[in-house]
């Protein structure tokens, strides 16, 4: 479905219409050959239609957005960072994204365009069903209907988001969006838990989902998998009082996402609002950050919100039944057309969506066909998201938690009085405990059917441990904070499946050992590099190698010198270590088992999995990744003996999305690796088509470390820069510092702000 425009309910209106009607009877008459069809004719006529007004915004709307920019005022500091302050909080939210337009509009628009399920409009068909995914699972009927009934409140600040992004358009008319040429006020509310990729979908895949769609049996069309690139989540630590320098709490804030996912901002009202941190392109508040009283730092999890369902259908009449409690109910069906690229033109493909009570029909596996419940477009979520921005401490946060929007995500927290907290998960449906949730249902059954959600006293979570720290990498809470860790038999399975992975183990190991953190102490542990699965994988090889081979075979050649560098390596990542080189690309060539993070109940986690396949592992399964490894190596740089740096680079991409890395233009030496083989800084790089050397692609983005004390510490990194313009000096200011792990200070008051001032200016001029 195509988003009617925002113009379409102006006072002008009726004058928009009548133009856009002699346009097309022009357009009509003088182009279009009469042998076009009809929906070939209706899909051209839409898009010519809509980029004919694209340039025009009535008199009352620009009226409304000057006024409203009278009241903001953006500071830009010498990093680059816009500091916006508005006299309300609807202010601040308009100033918030005419800023972030400024900086990335491309990355804006993709995010929403993604969210309305409409990607295959600038793709290609190749893009189709991962829009039909989208479009069964967020239905925007849903959310225009809760934006209408939004609190006042609410509904002022959603109108100060579309306003804020069409002043933008208006005031830069050179910026040619690539499909969205007005912004709605509902947009904001596709979105769950704040996070743009948070989509819940079980096990199902876009391949599935296809087959059934188009009933075939296509093969999978899902991405494939590079266990580097997809190894994505977060680092979150709190520090209590007890072991800081200083007295107070401090947070680390450490999302691992992809770069130039999130920029790094700052919005003050005079109704209260002070949030300092990151936003995902296009957000309307701070996801992860703080405010003068507290901070919130989410790490993805595995905790269960969505289930699958087998559904026992059948036709009768030529309508679709399934099966519930021993009696027929109908399937419910809706007629869903999309729309894809096919050269210069719009095709369209309509199909009919299917659903039971449990959701959408996603699959079908054997003669069953599958729904999929789960939660992945709410109003409370963002209603969570806004009111944790202002929350005063541990105990007002505590309330926006029992809002239990929040999906995707857990919670790690500190605040000004010395608390710190952890939450796994925020939204857990009551389930029956004598299932194995992670299965299949019964869907023609109630005992399968969620029975509310768990109060938030119900779920995992920690408050105040004696150690006086705690963590969370994306592992088990069991571990968040060593001995003194939630007990796994307190819970049932499902609230927690997530297992330990080996940035988790790293992560203890390193904050056990440190008492008196300042702020620098603080990113020197999340910056620790210890790689702590090769622990486990080098002496696997080592004593495979040792016992095996003797001077005289082929293998022992190939191989001896390697083995010999491995076998003295410390684990440490480094720039100048050919160690890194070696374990790295010897790693990502063995058994995938290893680099599972994610599991479901009952399943061995990475470590598990990691110490058996290192306990049972052939020489041949432990030799021959190592021997492609040197062959590969010496094909593309002529010798294998190469340190980690001069093969692992960071290259600043500019705001277009399809700009290349490339050998022969500048990058810099980084000594950090993947997160996913223990180390706590994450930078997910690999090669690219046309390059020998790896870039990365993901990984650290926005970092920071904030202490709470009567004034507020803090001090932040991000991946490259806070512009996406090649031509701004803030495009790459960070990029050298981003690669040497050297962080900037935080400018949190607005004293320090003016005196680093580059520009002051109120949106428009």
């Given at each position: 479905m195509f988003s009617r425009p925002s113009w379409a309910a102006d006072a002008l209106a009726d004058t928009a219409i009548k133009k856009i009607g002699n346009f097309i009877a022009v357009f009509t008459a003088i182009f279009v050959p009469k042998t076009c069809s009809l929906m070939k004719l209706t899909a051209l006529l839409l898009l010519f239609s809509l980029a004919a007004w694209s340039q025009n915004f009535t008199t009352s709307q620009i009226n409304r957005y000057q006024q409203q920019a009278k009241h903001v005022t953006i500071v830009r500091d010498n990093w680059g960072v816009p500091h916006i302050y508005g006299k309300t909080d609807a202010d601040a939210v308009f100033g918030l994204l005419y800023a972030q337009c400024e900086d990335d509009f491309g990355r804006l628009e993709?995010?929403?365009?993604?969210?309305?399920?409409?990607?295959a409009e600038l793709k290609g068909e190749s893009a189709l069903y991962n829009d039909l995914q989208i479009r069964l699972l967020i239905d925007s009927t849903e959310a225009i209907a809760d934006y209408q009934k939004a609190a006042p409140w609410l509904k002022k600040l959603l109108n100060a988001y579309a306003d804020g992004i069409n002043f933008y358009l208006y005031k830069n008319p050179h910026?040619?969006?690539?499909?969205?040429?007005?912004?709605?006020?509902?947009y904001p509310l596709l979105w769950t838990d704040g996070s743009i990729g948070a989509i819940n979908t079980s096990d199902l895949t876009v391949a599935e989902l296809k087959n059934f769609y188009e009933n075939t049996a296509t093969a999978a069309i899902d991405p494939p998998h590079d266990p580097e690139y997809h190894q994505t989540g977060s680092n979150g630590f709190a520090f209590a009082p007890s072991i800081t320098a200083s007295k107070h709490a401090i947070l680390y804030i450490n999302p691992h996402v992809t770069f130039y996912f999130r920029p790094e901002v700052h919005v003050i009202s005079q109704e209260g609002l002070n949030a300092y941190g990151a936003v995902t392109w296009g957000q309307m508040f701070v996801y992860q950050g703080f405010n003068q009283y507290c901070g919130w730092m989410h790490t993805s999890c595995n905790v269960d919100v969505s289930d699958v369902y087998a559904e026992q259908v059948v036709k009768k009449e030529g309508r679709f039944f399934y099966e519930y409690n021993q009696k027929l109910r109908p399937v419910s069906e809706k007629k869903i057309t999309l729309y894809y690229r096919v050269g210069n033109e719009l095709q369209s493909k309509t199909m009919t969506k299917y659903a039971t009570h449990h959701g959408p029909i996603m699959a079908k596996r054997g003669e069953k066909w599958v729904s999929l419940r789960s939660f992945n477009r709410s109003m409370t979520s963002l209603i969570q998201s806004w009111k944790r921005t202002k929350a005063t401490g541990f105990d007002t946060f505590k309330k926006t938690m029992e809002l239990r929007g929040n999906t995707s995500n857990s919670t790690v927290f500190a605040d000004n009085k010395g608390n710190i907290a952890y939450w796994h998960g925020n939204f857990v449906p009551v389930r029956n405990t004598s299932l194995n949730w992670s299965k299949l249902m019964d869907g023609t059954t109630s005992t399968t059917e969620w029975k509310g959600l768990h109060p938030v006293a119900e779920t995992v979570h920690l408050y105040n441990p004696a150690n006086g720290w705690l963590q969370n990498c994306n592992s088990t809470p069991f571990s968040a904070a060593g001995s003194n860790s939630p007990k796994k038999a307190n819970y049932p399975p499902y609230m927690a499946p997530d297992g330990e992975n080996f940035r988790g183990v790293n992560a203890v190991r390193v904050l056990e050992k440190t008492k008196n953190y300042t702020l620098d102490k603080v990113i020197e542990a999340g910056y620790d590099t210890y790689l702590?699965?090769?622990?486990?994988?080098?002496?696997?090889?080592?004593?495979?190698?040792e016992k095996n081979t003797k001077p005289t075979d082929s293998l022992y050649t190939q191989l001896a010198e390697a083995v010999q560098i491995l076998k003295k390596w410390d684990y440490h990542a480094a720039e100048n270590s050919v160690a890194t080189t070696l374990a790295i690309e010897w790693a990502q060539r063995l058994t995938p088992t290893i680099t599972r993070l994610y599991i479901d109940q009952g399943q061995d986690d990475q470590v598990q999995n990691t110490k058996r396949f290192a306990a049972t592992a052939t020489i041949d399964q432990l030799a021959k990744p190592m021997i492609a490894v040197l062959n590969d190596l010496k094909a593309k740089f002529g010798k294998w003996q190469l340190p980690w740096g001069e093969i692992n680079r960071f290259q600043r991409l500019t705001g277009n999305l399809e700009n290349k890395f490339d050998d022969a233009q500048p990058s810099?030496?980084?000594k950090y690796a993947s997160a996913l083989w223990g180390m706590l800084p994450s930078y997910n790089s690999r090669t690219h088509a046309g390059t020998n050397k790896r870039y990365g692609l993901s990984g650290n983005s926005f970092v920071c470390a904030v202490e709470f004390g009567p004034r507020i510490k803090a001090k932040s990194l991000l991946a490259g820069g806070n512009s996406s313009s090649p031509d701004s000096k803030h495009f790459d200011d960070q990029a050298k510092m981003y690669a040497e792990g050297k962080f900037k200070h935080v400018l949190f008051y607005k004293e320090d702000v003016l005196k680093n001032a580059e520009r002051s200016y109120q949106p428009g001029q």
């Open positions: 993709m995010n929403y365009i993604e969210k309305l399920g409409r990607t910026v040619k969006p690539a499909l969205l040429h007005r912004f709605e006020p509902w702590a699965a090769f622990e486990v994988l080098v002496p696997a090889l080592v004593q495979s190698f810099y030496a980084v």
